[in-house]
């Protein structure tokens, strides 16, 4: 049984840092891309960063490059997002999710599992 566990949200004020984990388990993710994605009250799911288990590749959406980083550690099976900076636009609830494939994966359609999600909010 595949299982992606999201930790790690909570309140911010804005200019300040979280850092979520996604804690995989259940089956061998070695061929997948993992992204988080968000969804805003009223608006639709997108795509935040993603990042290949087994190779250097990652994606970044524009409103958080250069203020989210992601990252992996294969040891441990998890996958992190550093949140720097956080404005009041990056609240939503977070979630993260695997595509069975190495390559880049963008739409949220391509995913074929997903975490329970956790709630970040930036404060002003």
């Known amino acids: 049984q595949v299982q992606l566990v999201e930790s790690g949200g909570g309140l911010v004020q804005a200019g300040g840092s979280l850092r979520l984990s996604c804690a995989a388990s259940g089956r061998t993710f070695s061929r997948y891309f993992l992204g988080w994605f968000r969804q805003a009250p009223g608006k639709e799911r997108e795509i935040v960063a993603g990042?290949?288990?087994?190779?250097?590749?990652?994606y970044y959406a524009d409103p958080v490059k250069g203020r989210f980083i992601i990252s992996r550690d294969n040891a441990k099976n998890t996958m992190y997002l550093q949140m720097n900076g956080l404005k009041t636009e990056d609240t939503a609830v977070y979630y993260c999710a695997a595509a069975p494939t190495p390559g880049i994966v963008v739409g949220s359609n391509g995913y074929l599992y997903w975490g329970q999600g956790t709630q970040v909010t930036v404060s002003s």
């Open positions: 990042i290949s288990w087994s190779n250097p590749g990652t």
